[in-house]
């Protein structure tokens, strides 16, 4: 059975950092496309970056520069590190198994909230 | 990239349809067949119904079926339930550096 699990989440003042790793079982992170899509409080789903899996990455023009997608084989977890957090990087996270060419996303994480605050 | 224009809200009452709108433009979905579907409950995360424009994975209902024509896709939801009031996204490929974009959201509502 496939399973995603977000952890990292939390309160994280702007301009600090955080790092959201995506735990999976029944299938390969690194044999996959992976993807990290959001969702702002009350608004409507948003792609951030994926992964494929030759590593090639991409990111959504408003976290390009900021926030850097990556995987571990060994511990079958991907990741997002998350840097000069803004006030509207405030969101819930999730994590997507992505299918190959990135058209669609078949199995997502129950998410991680990351709230930017002072 | 913007996000794709989809109206508010719709609703219907149980056991009619509902259709919701996706419209986006001729460099997502006018331009490939690869316009997907989620069902999102509150506080949950989103659940893929409609891929490839008309697909639907293995365990969705056949109430649940996608078009689209041109720069506008759609989604019906046939013999509405009150488990069908949920949370719709559309979205679509948008080539290979801007990969996805997503719909505004609908809410539909079971009378």
């Known amino acids: 059975e496939v399973q995603l699990v977000e952890t990292g989440g939390g309160l994280i003042q702007p301009g600090g950092s955080v790092r959201l790793s995506c735990a999976a079982s029944?299938?390969?992170?690194?044999?996959?496309?992976m993807s990290w899509v959001r969702q702002g409080p009350g608004r409507g789903l948003e792609w951030v970056s994926i992964?494929?899996?030759?590593?090639?990455?991409y990111y959504a023009d408003s976290v390009k520069g900021r926030f850097t997608i990556s995987r571990d084989k060994s511990k079958n977890t991907l990741y997002l590190q998350m840097n000069s957090l803004r006030l509207e990087d405030a969101a819930v996270y999730y994590c997507?198994?992505?299918?190959?060419?990135?058209?669609?996303?078949?199995?997502w994480g129950q998410g991680t909230l990351v709230t930017v605050s002072s | 990239q913007s996000a794709l224009t989809q109206p508010p809200s719709a609703s219907g009452s149980p056991g009619q349809s509902v259709t919701i709108s996706c419209t986006g433009t001729?460099?997502?979905?006018?331009?490939?067949?690869?316009v997907s579907w989620y069902q999102q409950h509150p506080g949950k995360a989103p659940k893929l119904i409609i891929y490839?424009?008309?697909k639907r994975p293995s365990g969705v209902p056949d109430r649940f079926s996608g078009s689209k024509s041109g720069n506008t896709a759609s989604l019906t939801v046939s013999g509405l339930q009150a488990g069908d009031e949920a949370d719709y996204y559309c979205?679509?490929?948008?080539?290979?550096?801007?990969?996805?974009?997503f719909g505004t959201g609908t809410k539909v509502t079971v009378l």
């Open positions: 490839e424009v008309t």
């Open positions: 029944g299938f390969s992170v690194s044999s996959n496309y």
């Open positions: 997507a198994r992505t299918v190959v060419g990135g058209t669609h996303f078949d199995y």
């Open positions: 992964i494929y899996s030759d590593g090639t990455t």
């Open positions: 979205s679509s490929y948008a080539g290979s550096s801007n990969l996805s974009v």
């Open positions: 001729s460099s997502d979905v006018g331009a490939y067949n690869y």
